[in-house]
């Protein structure tokens, strides 16, 4: 039987809108389980605390949110296991900049994180704290440029880690500077905050939380933060691009979800994250983080990433630096 033209043409539009209207009425059930947000390292960091900051409001407006620690590998090993996930919306990756950092740290890693991992929503944005033992003699940026040019390979910069987001930011800085200063690596903030405040190690890009009790303390000199404005926990205290044009260095955090998990989910995600970071209750919680609130599109986020991957890239290949 042959249909009328016009009848052929209502059955096949009426056929493509039923798939798409499949998938929003899909999107728009989700999640009817347990939705797991893996953090990819230990409990107690800043990418631990956000996760547990922001499940509690997703389960509040969609459902059960679970926060499920995966450490190991600088953060590889927790992140594969998302890239390896079913890519349905059940498992979610709390993304930090170390991700952008490993791409080019790493030789080798069974995955390609911005192909990979597909970004859902911003969440926060992190600065550093230059500090310094008082022992140097430098109140400045420019004051401790010029101590480092005249003490070449004397000065210890101190990290948390190689590769870690402190110690990218304080290559980036000898070389935007031009200086040399010997990198010290430690296992984590507290051992380095321990040979910092008793001056075995000089110079240190540390997280607001780890440094500002310190400063506050007078037993280290701030000598400028590493966004690209000020940070309001430390209004008096200028940038380093104020001194070094372009300088920028921050952390930033979000969620991602595996390659291809449907578009309506990460939107509807998207929406219910900005919307939290938007509530006055939760931004000033992640204020208190030091750091400031990242709202966006996917795609804004997902530019976030690149933009770092690529940069961080370039710091990795000039300084040399290698995972251990």
């Known amino acids: 039987m042959k249909l009328p033209r016009r009848r052929f043409l209502h059955l096949a539009a009426g056929a493509a809108v039923q798939p798409v209207a499949s998938c929003l009425a899909w999107a728009q059930a989700y999640p009817t389980r347990p939705v797991r947000i893996i953090v990819a390292s230990a409990p107690g960091g800043a990418n631990d605390i956000i996760a547990r900051?922001?499940?509690?409001?997703l389960s509040?407006?969609?459902?059960?949110?679970?926060?499920?620690?995966?450490?190991?590998?600088s953060n590889n090993i927790g992140t594969e296991?998302?890239?390896?996930?079913p890519p349905d919306g059940y498992t979610l990756l709390l993304v930090d900049s170390t991700a952008a950092i490993n791409a080019s740290l790493y030789d080798k890693l069974n995955f390609v994180f911005l192909r990979d991992i597909a970004p859902i929503a911003g969440i926060l944005r992190l600065p550093y704290v230059l500090v310094v033992h008082p022992s140097v003699p430098a109140t400045t940026v420019p004051?401790?440029?010029?101590?480092?040019?005249?003490n070449p390979g004397r000065i210890n910069l101190a990290s948390p880690g190689t590769g870690t987001g402190p110690h990218v930011a304080g290559e980036l800085f000898k070389m935007a500077a031009g200086i040399d200063m010997v990198h010290v690596p430690y296992r984590g903030g507290g051992p380095v905050m321990t040979d910092l405040l008793g001056g075995?190690?000089?110079?240190?890009?540390g997280t607001t939380s780890l440094t500002i009790e310190q400063i506050r303390a007078g037993k280290l000199r701030a000598l400028a933060v590493t966004t690209a404005t000020r940070w309001e926990g430390l209004p008096d205290i200028p940038t380093v691009g104020d001194f070094l044009a372009g300088y920028e260095a921050s952390s930033v955090f979000g969620f991602g979800a595996p390659a291809t998990t449907p578009a309506e989910i990460i939107d509807r995600l998207n929406k219910e994250v900005n919307a939290g970071l938007a509530d006055a209750k939760m931004k000033a919680r992640l204020a208190e983080l030091g750091g400031t609130?990242?709202?966006?599109?996917?795609?804004?986020?997902g530019k976030l990433l690149a933009d770092d991957t690529e940069k961080w890239g370039k710091v990795v290949k000039f300084s040399g630096v290698r995972a251990d």
């Open 53 to 57: 900051l922001m499940a509690p409001w």
């Open 60 to 73: 509040e407006r969609l459902g059960q949110f679970i926060v499920e620690n995966r450490p190991g590998g």
């Open 81 to 85: 296991a998302v890239v390896r996930a």
């Open 143 to 150: 004051q401790l440029i010029a101590y480092a040019k005249a």
């Open 200 to 205: 075995q190690v000089q110079v240190l890009f």
């Open 293 to 301: 609130v990242v709202i966006g599109s996917p795609a804004e986020f």
